[in-house]
């Protein structure tokens, strides 16, 4: 709540500083815009930046810091009561001195003698670090703020660059994003390898990537499926190409024809109203879809071939009829269904797009020859779009492999190699999220086990990406 209230004064005086700096780089010109290096707006934010932005970063970096400076300070000195004790009892009493201090509930572990007084004494402490930081931390970027101010104002005369300087500010913001996204990325992926490592040097690579027995799970007997987990990745990756496959069926064509008729076909007052429908899907969350996989789609498709199997037995095909009386509302068929209903606003947004970029001198020209608009479509647009297309289809792809929550609650959690869409399969996302789940200690194969297949998802969606990046490259038609 101070670190909000404070950034609003401190926005305040940033407009103040703002309507300063115009005014005095008006002033300074003789009343006369006109005679400014740069518009009366650049100088004025040349004065805000300075007045503002200097103290709003050490405001940010407090708030972010804060937490972790006072409990170090709390804990550089530990009473004997407190050494005493287990150090997960010692995380705790540090956690309930800290939200004691801070008006809150302490958890339910009571304190009594030397551990209360010492607690009593650590919550004065925590009070007393917590209000000189705010203090330190207040001061210091009200002086920010005021040399800031100091620093700008005189500075701006007619002849002052400020556009240039506030340009520079804003480049200096556009590389510190840019670092930031880069040096998270490669945080990510950093992490990424490392666990990965230490997973393979207790699971042999080539048994991960080729064995067909997933049982992450650790052993307790000998005489289980193996003394130390079966992590054989292959039915995770079939189940995970085989919904991905169903859903580009559904969605591939679905996406693309709507696209080609709204482009093409559709009126304006068609398209105004059709598109914006369409695309509403993209907006729906995951989890809805997977609702309606577990709770509509899967009964009808379970109802719909019980039904096919009834008229069946008793025939030439009474073991078919016999499964299908058998199947359940869970399968890959299911999600890779409703996973293609999602995909469609994707495909047909991405196709739509690329579509309509396709200059009408093509279409024109294909209608002088005497071309009709349905072989102006087939043999102009599509062809002169199909790098674009290709490109969206693979990115498409892409969001299906990493789709969790619709494979969680439509299609099961067997790890089970098969390519019959009937069957419970289960994928590779949804298996990082199984073994991740509840409290993980990252020192046994069954943990380490997600990263690894996080490793592979991610070396996968990569090259999915690229030879997207490759085929636009490549085949891109340049019009005048």
């Known amino acids: 709540m101070l670190t909000w209230l404070s950034l609003l004064v401190l926005a305040l005086f940033s407009t103040a500083a703002f309507l300063a700096g115009r005014r005095r780089a008006v002033a300074t ?19 805000a930046l300075w007045a503002g932005a200097p103290a709003a970063l050490l405001l940010l970096l407090g708030a972010a810091f804060g937490g ?10 530990r009473p004997a009561a407190v050494q005493a004790l287990e150090p997960s009892r010692q995380d705790v009493f540090y956690s309930d001195a800290h939200a004691i201090a801070a008006g809150q509930t302490p958890s339910e572990v009571l304190y009594e003698g030397d551990i209360k007084v010492a607690l009593d004494a650590k919550v004065a ?15 210091a970027a009200g002086v ?52 990965s490592w230490r997973f393979f040097q207790s699971v042999n690579p080539i048994s991960f990537l080729l064995g067909t027995e997933w049982s992450p799970q650790m052993a307790m007997r000998a005489d289980q499926v193996a003394a130390e987990g079966a992590f054989g990745a292959v039915p995770l990756f079939a189940g995970t190409f085989l919904i991905m496959f169903i859903a580009m069926l559904v969605a591939a064509p679905v996406g693309l024809y709507s696209a ?23 907006g729906v969350p995951t989890v809805v879809y997977g609702f309606f996989a577990a709770l509509t789609v899967g009964p009808l498709f379970r109802a719909g071939f019980n039904a096919i199997g009834a008229m069946l037995i008793g025939g030439p095909l009474d073991g078919v009829g016999q499964y299908l009386m058998e199947v359940q509302n869970q399968m890959a068929l299911v999600a890779g269904v409703v996973m293609g209903i999602m995909l469609i606003p994707f495909v047909s947004s991405l196709s739509d797009d690329i579509i309509n970029a396709v200059p009408q001198s093509l279409r024109d020209g294909s209608y002088a020859m005497g071309a009709t608009k349905s072989e102006t479509v087939k043999k102009v647009v599509l062809p002169a779009a199909l790098p674009g297309i290709m490109a969206a289809m693979l990115l498409a792809v892409s969001r299906a492999v990493g789709e969790t929550m619709i494979v969680t609650m439509a299609a099961g959690l067997q790890a089970k190699l098969t390519a019959n ?44 990406n690229i030879i997207a990046l490759r085929i636009v490259q490549k085949y891109r038609e340049q019009y005048d």
Not at 447 to 463: K, Q
Request: hydrophobic residues 50%; aromatic residues 8%; glycine residues 8%.
């Open 144 to 195: 920010l703020a005021l040399a800031g101010f100091l620093l700008a104002v005189p500075r701006i005369s007619a002849e002052f660059r400020a556009r240039n300087r506030v340009e520079g500010w804003i480049g200096a913001l556009l590389i510190a994003c840019s670092v930031a996204a880069v040096l998270t990325t490669l945080g990510i992926v950093l992490s990424l390898v490392w666990e």
């Open 421 to 464: 869409p009937l069957d419970t399969v289960t994928t590779v996302t949804v298996q990082i999220v199984t073994l991740l789940t509840g409290d993980q200690e990252f020192d046994s194969p069954k943990t380490l086990s997600a990263f690894g297949l996080g490793l592979t998802l991610f070396v996968v969606t990569l090259a999915l």
């Open 29 to 47: 010109a003789g009343g006369r815009a006109s005679a400014l290096h740069s518009l009366p707006n650049y100088y004025g934010t040349y004065a």
């Open 260 to 282: 080609i008729y709204l482009s093409e076909y559709a009126s304006r007052p068609v398209r105004g109203l059709v598109k914006p429908l369409l695309e509403v899907l993209a």
């Open 68 to 77: 972790r400076i006072e409990d170090a300070v709390l804990q550089s000195e």
């Open 125 to 139: 402490e925590a009070k007393r670090i917590e209000m000189m930081l705010n203090i330190g931390m207040l001061a």
